[in-house]
């Protein structure tokens, strides 16, 4: 195994090196030593330190790269002139990876004298766009000079890489200065270079990220006609693009921001679904999952958030193959998609809303009669809704009044039973201050599903009548979760799911009963549903 380049350099003196590879002998030894091929010349010896110096700069260890070119430096006199160009570039690099600009200019404009004794085009555009950056970051004004020369020349000779290089970043340019037809018709140019000229794969992430960045940024311009067509082959570049980036969570992001710029445009966004679809059929479970994630993220509240909640669907399918974290995230967001189509609100951060819900042990409510959960006087034990969902979810009166029990009229028993309701060290007269809602329902598999809700907002003024509190907003504190459910890994969605059914689809319920309580307690807040029990 040869020994890493910088550190076997340190263990030779600078001031020695030149002598040492003048030397046929001592020549070999090096190669040996760095297991290089022996018919390497000086040229490949050079050319090898500077891609290793560069090599190293890419992973942002500079100190090991200065190592290298310190001893690039003497061997330069050993080889063409030419070297002296990609030795100033990579000390230029190195500059510009410590912001020092003033540095890196120095830097740069040797390599310009250098490079402008050699007819090299690609030499030429490489000094160019570091002076570009260089000086668009210390605000010169010669930076677009430089670019547009750059562009230039690549243009003569056919290098389409750069010249989308320089379109991106000239379309940026004009993007930042809301000069948005500008920047569309360079993004417009981007795509046709990439999608009818020769273009490396990866290098797509830049051309990309603009396009992205470019109708994020201005959404209407997906709906421009003379931009249907870009659009439509810029999708692609996009789908390409992410099918070869390495990382799942960036693949994800770009994916979710393309679906994201769609939605404003139901023509765009079916060609582009199904053209995802057929791509997605063909990939690994684990990455179906993550491309149907992501496209549930995009969608958010489109169509009332209905298409995130199919992606979610089948992606949470697939999670038997999936490990535990990414089953729990695909629940969480399924529930919240789920809370927002029917009006739920939904915390997720526990820690900063200051709730403590999730700390509550032991919560069990009586009845004073036979109810769903069981016998008249027998206690019934709940788990910690919060923490197994590791969010509160939230009613308001209205949407509980207007949207939910209307949606159950007729198939619900409200009863009005609850005789105690406690939890450990809670006070005896919890329940003459807080109101209790309980939902059972079971369902076509003969199981019992049940929420627990408590009051967790008061109306600023009472009810006229007798003074009592009104609570104007319930949150869901436990739950009975049916043995099926109970088997699964994750089930943050539960509430919700449970919910969802309730007004999206009662008939999956063979009864379904209400429980408030009881008018035996001598209560300080007026009743959500004032039905009386029947004798």
Not at 326 to 347: D, H, P
Not at 476 to 483: M, W, Y
């Amino acid at each position: 195994m040869s020994p890493s380049l910088h550190k076997y350099l340190k263990g030779i003196k600078i001031s020695e090196l030149v002598t040492q590879v003048k030397d046929k002998e001592s020549f070999q030894k090096i190669l040996s030593d760095l297991n290089l091929d022996q018919g390497y010349t000086y040229d490949d010896l050079v050319d090898y330190f500077l891609k290793e110096s560069k090599e190293f700069l890419n992973k942002e260890k500079r100190t090991e790269a200065l190592i290298i070119l310190k001893a690039v430096k003497p061997l330069l006199t050993l080889v063409s002139k030419r070297f002296y160009i990609p030795f100033y570039l990579v000390l230029t690099d190195s500059f510009m990876l410590v912001n020092d600009f003033q540095g890196a200019e120095k830097a740069a404009k040797k390599a310009q004298t250098v490079a402008a004794k050699f007819d090299d085009p690609q030499y030429q555009i490489r000094v160019w766009n570091r002076l570009f950056i260089i000086y668009r970051t210390l605000e010169k004004d010669k930076s677009c000079q430089y670019l547009l020369q750059s562009k230039e020349l690549a243009q003569k000779h056919d290098l389409y890489e750069n010249i989308v290089f320089c379109d991106v970043n000239l379309g940026l340019i004009h993007l930042f200065n809301k000069d948005y037809t500008k920047a569309a018709n360079y993004c417009s140019n981007i795509i046709n270079i990439i999608t009818t000229h020769p273009y490396p794969n990866d290098k797509l992430i830049m051309p990309t990220d603009f396009f992205l960045h470019l109708f994020s940024e201005n959404p209407g311009l997906i709906v421009v006609s003379k931009y249907q067509s870009i659009i439509e082959k810029g999708v692609d570049v996009v789908l390409n693009t992410i099918q070869k980036i390495q990382d799942p969570q960036e693949a994800k992001r770009r994916l979710s921001i393309l679906v994201n710029i769609l939605k404003i445009s139901d023509k765009q966004l079916s060609i582009f679904v199904a053209k995802v679809e057929k791509l997605i059929e063909k990939l690994k479970v684990s990455k179906q999952v993550d491309y149907y994630a992501a496209l549930a993220t995009g969608m958010g509240d489109y169509n009332n958030h209905s298409y995130a909640l199919i992606y979610l669907e089948k992606a949470l399918s697939l999670t038997d193959t999936l490990d535990s974290e990414t089953q729990r995230e695909l629940s969480k967001n399924y529930a919240f998609s789920i809370s927002k189509t029917i009006g739920v609100s939904m915390i997720y951060d526990l820690v900063s809303s200051s709730n403590v819900s999730n700390k509550l042990k032991r919560l069990r409510i009586k009845n004073d009669a036979s109810t769903l959960l069981g016998k008249k006087g027998n206690y019934v034990e709940y788990r910690n809704s919060v923490s197994d969902s590791d969010a509160v979810f939230g009613l308001s009166r209205e949407m509980f009044k207007k949207v939910l029990y209307p949606a159950i009229k007729g198939k619900v028993d409200v009863k009005q039973t609850i005789l105690e309701f406690c939890y450990q060290n809670s006070k005896s007269d919890v329940l003459t201050n807080m109101e209790i809602i309980v939902i059972n329902a079971i369902n076509q598999n003969d199981e019992l599903l049940s929420l627990l809700m408590v009051g967790s907002t008061l109306k600023e003024k009472k009810a006229a009548k007798k003074s009592k509190n009104v609570f104007s907003g319930y949150q869901i504190l436990g739950h009975l979760v049916p043995k099926t459910v109970l088997k699964k890994k994750h089930f943050e969605d539960f509430d919700a799911k449970f919910l969802y059914d309730l007004i999206k689809a009662p008939q999956k319920f063979r009864k379904i009963e209400i429980l408030s309580v009881s008018d035996e307690v001598n209560v300080r807040f007026e009743h959500i549903l004032l039905k009386r029990r029947k004798k």
